[in-house]
Each structure stands twice: as C-alpha cells, then as structure tokens.
C-alpha cells in the first residue's frame, strides 16, 4: 500500500504564494515521477507540473515561470512552490507518483485564489 498525503493549500489573494508538499508512504521503492495536477470546477484535471528522478522538470505553459516543482528523494517528497498566484489558479490540486510502475495519487488539496 502507498499513501499520499498533501498539505500546504488554502485561501491566497491574487498575487501571493503557496507552497504544496506531498509525502508518500507505504511501499515505496525508486520513485520514478512525481506530479502535480489540479482540476477546477467543470473542467478536466490536468498536469501542472512533473518532475522526474533525473531532476528533469515540466511544466504546463500556464505556469511556467511562476511554479517550481523540487522532490526530495530521501524523505519521498514532492513540494510544489507557486509564486504570482492568479485567479485562475484556483482548483484541487492532486499529487500524483509513479511508483514501479504503478500510478498513485493523494487525495486532493483545495487551494483557491481570490481578486
């Protein structure tokens, strides 16, 4: 068993910052991608951002250069800094990690962003 668990979402105004962190538990061996995506109301969830065990990265074009995606390997962590908030940013923002082969996802944080 694997268990995500994220923190770090909540209310921001337009313009500020927050910081999403996802640490995995369980049966865990060789992460290989971690993830993040988010779904606003009425749309489809989408990736937001990824990064592999390399330290390759990617982003959606909707935020690149405002969020940085970093993983910290030794504690199963994947943090998601999102600086320049918009409105539009708004959503339940979802890890996601490839384990063996084996998607797993965390159960959703709300992070909401007011003008």
């Not at 409105?87 to 084996?102: H, K, Q, R, S, W």
Request: aromatic share 8%; proline share 2%.
């Amino acid at each position: 068993q694997v268990q995500l668990v994220e923190s770090g979402g909540g209310l921001v105004q337009a313009g500020g910052s927050l910081r999403l962190s996802c640490a995995a538990s369980g049966s865990i061996s060789n992460i290989n991608t971690m993830g993040w995506y988010r779904q606003a109301p009425g749309k489809q969830r989408e990736l937001v951002a990824a990064i592999i065990r390399d330290g390759s990265t990617n982003y959606a074009d909707s935020v690149k250069g405002r969020f940085t995606i970093s993983r910290d390997d030794a504690k199963n962590t994947v943090y998601l800094q999102m600086n320049s908030l918009k409105p539009e940013d708004t959503g339940v923002y979802f890890c996601a990690i490839n384990n063996l082969g084996m998607i797993y996802w965390g159960q959703g944080i709300q992070v909401t962003v007011s003008s």
